[in-house]
């Protein structure tokens, strides 16, 4: 039986990947502070982690992974001059720092998989500019520097490195954003395919991912955002 271990992965995309796995029949280690609304099921671990912690030591991984996600994350949207130097820091403890850390931990148990693979999440905001994001696209871009640089440093030891960028997507931590009839209908006619994002649609792009169909694949940003990244309608 396959090991992964999902942080995040008892809400929003994390949650739907964790569903995925579990259908598969793989063995799943869900990291996140609290167990939400996950279902109980005999091949799913939950262990209580709090990623806005430092120095997070983390018990009861198993000894080998073959594959591992980091899906937490924020959405702080506001104007650069409003946003103290503390936001910038929470922000990069959660979306970079919490990872580096589980990572680094999980290091052993991922070599000894021999075809193991991580999947980290940036955010279409990086490569396409958008005004209020600076703080979020700050630690995102940190987050495709890493992947690129432990893709390279990783290759032969059987560890892939991937990252997908979404774009908005509808899940409790995007809540805020549509939560609103008005606000919806707005965010969807901002995407060239006119919607957003669903859990579901990201989640099964990280399966893929972690997944043997991708084993020639390491050190790729994926963009997966209704093509608000690429293309623009005229």
Same mark, same amino acid.
């Given at each position: 039986?396959?090991?992964?271990?999902?942080?995040?992965?008892?809400?929003?995309?994390? =949650?739907?990947?964790?569903?995925?796995?579990? &259908? =598969?029949?793989?063995?799943? &280690?869900?990291?996140?502070?609290?167990?939400?609304? @996950?279902?109980?099921?005999?091949?799913?671990?939950?262990?209580?982690?709090?990623?806005?912690?430092?120095?997070?030591?983390?018990?009861?991984?198993?000894?080998?992974?073959?594959? +591992?996600?980091?899906?937490?994350?924020?959405?702080? @949207?506001?104007?650069?001059?409003?946003? =103290?130097?503390?936001?910038?820091?929470?922000?990069?403890k959660i979306n970079?720092?919490?990872?580096?850390? +589980?990572?680094?931990?999980?290091?052993?148990?991922? =070599?000894?998989?021999?075809?193991?693979? !991580?999947? @980290?999440?940036?955010?279409?905001? !990086?490569?396409?500019?958008?005004?209020?994001?600076?703080?979020?696209?700050?630690?995102?871009?940190?987050?495709?520097?890493?992947?690129?640089?432990?893709?390279?440093?990783?290759?032969?030891?059987?560890?892939?490195?991937?990252?997908?960028?979404?774009?908005?997507?509808?899940?409790?931590?995007?809540?805020? +954003?549509v939560n609103t009839?008005?606000?919806?209908?707005?965010?969807?006619?901002?995407?060239?395919?006119?919607?957003?994002?669903?859990?579901?649609? !990201?989640?099964?792009?990280?399966?893929?991912?972690?997944?043997?169909?991708?084993?020639?694949?390491?050190?790729?940003?994926?963009?997966?955002?209704?093509?608000?990244?690429?293309?623009?309608?005229?």
């Amino acid at each position: 039986m396959s090991n992964y271990v999902v942080a995040g992965g008892s809400s929003g995309i994390g =949650k739907s990947l964790t569903e995925k796995l579990l &259908y =598969k029949g793989c063995k799943v &280690y869900v990291l996140a502070r609290s167990r939400r609304d @996950l279902p109980e099921h005999p091949n799913l671990e939950f262990i209580s982690v709090d990623f806005t912690q430092d120095g997070i030591n983390i018990q009861s991984l198993p000894d080998t992974i073959d594959g +591992l996600v980091y899906s937490p994350g924020t959405i702080h @949207l506001s104007p650069f001059n409003r946003i =103290k130097r503390s936001q910038f820091e929470q922000d990069f403890k959660i979306n970079v720092l919490g990872a580096v850390e +589980l990572i680094q931990q999980a290091l052993p148990a991922l =070599k000894k998989s021999g075809k193991s693979s !991580v999947v @980290l999440f940036s955010t279409v905001a !990086v490569q396409t500019g958008m005004n209020f994001h600076s703080s979020i696209a700050a630690s995102k871009g940190a987050i495709e520097g890493l992947t690129r640089s432990l893709a390279a440093e990783y290759a032969l030891a059987g560890i892939r490195f991937n990252c997908i960028a979404p774009s908005l997507t509808n899940t409790p931590l995007a809540e805020k +954003l549509v939560n609103t009839p008005e606000k919806l209908a707005a965010s969807n006619t901002r995407h060239p395919i006119g919607r957003i994002g669903t859990p579901e649609d !990201v989640s099964s792009l990280a399966d893929f991912l972690l997944s043997e169909e991708s084993s020639w694949m390491t050190g790729q940003i994926l963009g997966l955002d209704g093509g608000m990244g690429s293309i623009k309608m005229l």
